[in-house]
């Protein structure tokens, strides 16, 4: 049987309890706790690493970080997320474990003058895209998605040596769950169900898993700009028939 032939393609569903012989139902519709159950059975194999957040979810003003727990999934009817909890609310009993600084880190000036200020300016452009205006955390850079300085909460990995991630990248599962499979999964089952809605299921969903897993290559991006291409002209309304 061909790679990808539509039996093969369309295994994205997962077991509800994660053996491989229990009735697989969508990613998507799975419950939180069975989620995260399958994704801590995933992650025993990689080491995570632990990161420094604020101590509440939304700022207000200048505020201390202090250690978080464990990435899990949250989710609601439309899409999913990754995000921790505060495992103490002081910040004196848990810095201690790697010498957080107290103070932002200057970035090394190994770059050049032009490549710095070209990095700040796009990183600038994304900050001010992706959020309204907020925090400020000066001296920080987003080593996900590039924004510079990090709008709105920021949090800092406590192996790694001045790596910092915004709220978005953070909740995306950067710096640990790239190669997740089980997110990899629900990620994909989430774009096919919204455009199957959008599409006001029109199109079989076949098609658009097929463009999904082999046109697009699992790119959900690429994969809900092609879909909306597509959605457009199945929904398109023939002026002469009105």
Same mark, same amino acid.
């Given at each position: 049987?061909?790679?990808?032939? +539509? ?14 012989? =229990? #009735? ?20 025993? @194999?990689?080491?995570? @690493? ?16 202090? %250690?978080?727990?464990?990435?899990? %999934? ?12 505060? +495992? ?12 957080? #600084? ?19 300016? +796009?990183?600038? *452009?994304? =900050?001010?895209? *992706?959020? #309204? ?15 510079? #300085? %990090? ?5 800092? $990995?406590?192996? $790694?040596?001045?790596? @910092? +991630? $915004?709220?978005? $990248? ?23 169900? *919204? ?34 291409? %597509?959605? =457009? ?10």
């Amino acid at each position: 049987m061909s790679l990808f032939s +539509l039996p093969n393609v369309l295994r994205r569903s997962v077991p509800s309890d994660g053996s491989d012989n =229990a #009735p697989a139902v969508r990613p998507s519709v799975v419950s939180t706790n069975d989620l995260n159950a399958q994704l801590v059975e995933e992650a025993k @194999h990689v080491d995570q @690493h632990l990161f420094f957040g604020p101590q509440q979810t939304v700022f207000e003003g200048e505020r201390q970080r202090v %250690i978080h727990g464990e990435r899990k %999934i949250q989710k609601n009817a439309k899409r999913f997320w990754l995000m921790s909890e505060p +495992l103490s609310m002081e910040r004196d009993s848990t810095t201690s474990l790697i010498g957080f #600084p107290t103070e932002p880190q200057t970035r090394s000036g190994g770059l050049t003058s032009k490549m710095s200020a070209a990095t700040r300016f +796009l990183g600038q *452009k994304v =900050a001010q895209m *992706k959020f #309204p205006p907020s925090h400020v955390n000066e001296d920080s850079f987003c080593d996900g998605c590039g924004m510079d #300085p %990090i709008v709105g909460n920021m949090y800092s $990995c406590s192996k $790694c040596v001045n790596y @910092h +991630l $915004c709220e978005s $990248c953070y909740q995306l599962g950067i710096h640990g769950f790239e190669d997740s499979k089980l997110l990899v999964d629900v990620r994909e089952d989430f774009a096919l169900r *919204k455009v199957m809605e959008d599409s006001k299921n029109k199109v079989p969903e076949e098609v658009f898993t097929v463009l999904l897993k082999t046109v697009c290559r699992g790119q959900v991006d690429k994969f809900n700009f092609l879909a909306k291409w %597509i959605t =457009a002209v199945v929904l398109v309304v023939d002026p002469r028939a009105r």
